[in-house]
């Protein structure tokens, strides 16, 4: 356990925010956690659980402990002839890990390649991208209780995933710091998705009729580089809202006054509309509002230029979710976590 104070998190945050933490703990070891957890000068202060820092947005400076979960680790937990069930420390890099896994022939990640941040936040967000959540793929998580440092471990049903959401994100917000997460992997190169169309189209381009894991995988990364901003270069948290749910009475209605509206249906009650494309009608599809904007290429992007503070994001989310609300009367929810 390493303890930094008065440090800026602008490395630890994909927004390149300059926000400073009145501690930082860095946590390597499980012991090392609980440790951290029994000392009487971390009780009594907030506490902020921080893997790679690439779904939230400081917008203030936080006083407080900010814990930095850096457990490492990938093992094979049990395997048979068409499954393998891998077991991955919290603070492994996602898109690592997923290259690891590819490496050795396992797939059902393939699809969430290049996804940032680490394996310990997947779960708690429950993470998805070409037609494939974590929830698809989860065997279960081990945690930490943060009152009282006791270790549990959470079964797919106890998670309670939903769209973007998990019990982490509701009832169990804010009580748990997860350790290491558990996969139940597919081997022989069976269970490929490639429904979601631009993945066939890189495929098809590429010639390739019978893809494994890894070209999925290849085809994945190639359309997110297209489409989206490397936070290394251009500070960003990737897709800042949700793609909205909305009744279908409701979405008939708003298919009346825009016929060209896409949607997904959900269930025979509710349909998926697309929130970049809600943005990109409103106007705001490569627009710059000081040292922020929104991307040009992919509308649900929201940028820092540089030199934006995290206030100057959110208020910038706050107007294109009011536009958005003015035109088409549907309701943006952020992805991105405000941290302040």
């Given at each position: 356990?390493?303890?930094?104070?008065?440090?800026?998190?602008?490395?630890?945050?994909?927004?390149?925010?300059?926000?400073?933490?009145?501690?930082?703990?860095?946590?390597?070891?499980?012991?090392?956690?609980?440790?951290a957890?029994?000392?009487?000068?971390?009780?009594?202060?907030?506490?902020?659980?921080?893997?790679?820092?690439?779904?939230?947005?400081?917008?203030?400076?936080?006083?407080?402990?900010?814990?930095?979960?850096?457990?490492?680790?990938?093992?094979?937990?049990?395997?048979?002839?068409?499954?393998?069930i891998?077991?991955?420390?919290?603070?492994?890099?996602?898109?690592?890990?997923?290259?690891?896994?590819?490496?050795?022939?396992?797939?059902?990640?393939?699809?969430?390649?290049?996804?940032?941040?680490?394996?310990?936040?997947?779960p708690?967000?429950?993470?998805?991208?070409?037609?494939?959540?974590?929830?698809?793929?989860?065997e279960?998580?081990?945690?930490?209780?943060?009152?009282?440092?006791?270790?549990?471990?959470?079964?797919?049903?106890?998670?309670a995933?939903?769209?973007?959401?998990?019990?982490?994100?509701?009832?169990?917000?804010?009580?748990?710091?997860?350790?290491?997460?558990?996969?139940?992997?597919?081997?022989?190169?069976?269970?490929?998705?490639?429904?979601?169309?631009?993945?066939?189209d890189?495929?098809?381009?590429?010639?390739?009729?019978?893809?494994s894991?890894?070209?999925?995988?290849?085809?994945?990364?190639?359309?997110?580089?297209?489409?989206?901003?490397?936070?290394?270069?251009?500070?960003?948290?990737?897709?800042?809202?949700?793609?909205?749910?909305?009744p279908?009475?409701?979405?008939?209605?708003?298919?009346?006054?825009?016929?060209?509206?896409?949607?997904?249906p959900?269930?025979?009650?509710?349909?998926?509309?697309?929130?970049?494309?809600?943005?990109?009608?409103?106007?705001?599809?490569?627009?710059?509002?000081?040292?922020?904007?929104?991307?040009?290429?992919?509308?649900?992007?929201?940028?820092?230029?540089?030199?934006?503070?995290?206030?100057?994001?959110?208020?910038?989310?706050?107007?294109?979710?009011?536009?958005?609300?003015?035109?088409?009367?549907?309701?943006?929810?952020?992805?991105?976590?405000?941290?302040?």
């Open positions: 356990m390493h303890v930094q104070t008065n440090v800026s998190l602008r490395p630890f945050n994909t927004f390149g925010i300059d926000a400073r933490a009145q501690y930082l703990v860095h946590i390597d070891t499980e012991a090392a956690l609980l440790e957890l029994r000392q009487p000068q971390w009780q009594a202060l907030p506490k902020l659980i921080l893997g790679g820092g690439s779904n939230m947005l400081f917008t203030k400076d936080y006083e407080g402990a900010v814990f930095r979960i850096e457990l490492k680790g990938i093992s094979v937990v049990q395997e048979s002839e068409k499954e393998v891998v077991r991955a420390g919290a603070g492994e890099v996602w898109h690592e890990f997923v290259q690891h896994c590819l490496r050795n022939g396992w797939g059902g990640l393939e699809n969430l390649s290049l996804i940032p941040g680490t394996v310990g936040a997947c708690i967000q429950n993470i998805g991208a070409y037609g494939v959540e974590i929830k698809e793929i989860f279960s998580l081990e945690a930490v209780h943060i009152a009282t440092g006791e270790k549990r471990v959470f079964s797919h049903a106890q998670c995933f939903g769209y973007r959401d998990s019990y982490f994100k509701q009832e169990g917000k804010g009580q748990y710091i997860i350790t290491a997460v558990t996969f139940r992997l597919h081997k022989k190169h069976e269970n490929l998705n490639v429904s979601y169309g631009a993945i066939r890189v495929l098809a381009e590429r010639g390739i009729t019978n893809p894991y890894l070209d999925v995988s290849e085809a994945v990364i190639s359309i997110r580089q297209s489409k989206l901003p490397n936070p290394a270069e251009l500070g960003n948290a990737g897709s800042f809202f949700k793609n909205p749910e909305i279908l009475a409701q979405y008939e209605q708003l298919r009346e006054q825009f016929p060209n509206v896409p949607s997904y959900v269930n025979a009650q509710t349909v998926k509309v697309p929130a970049g494309w809600l943005i990109e009608q409103s106007g705001w599809k490569g627009k710059r509002v000081g040292n922020c904007g929104v991307h040009h290429l992919q509308a649900l992007v929201i940028v820092n230029y540089g030199g934006a503070t995290g206030a100057e994001i959110k208020a910038l989310s706050e107007q294109i979710q009011a536009d958005v609300f003015t035109k088409f009367g549907v309701t943006l929810s952020a992805e991105v976590n405000f941290i302040g």
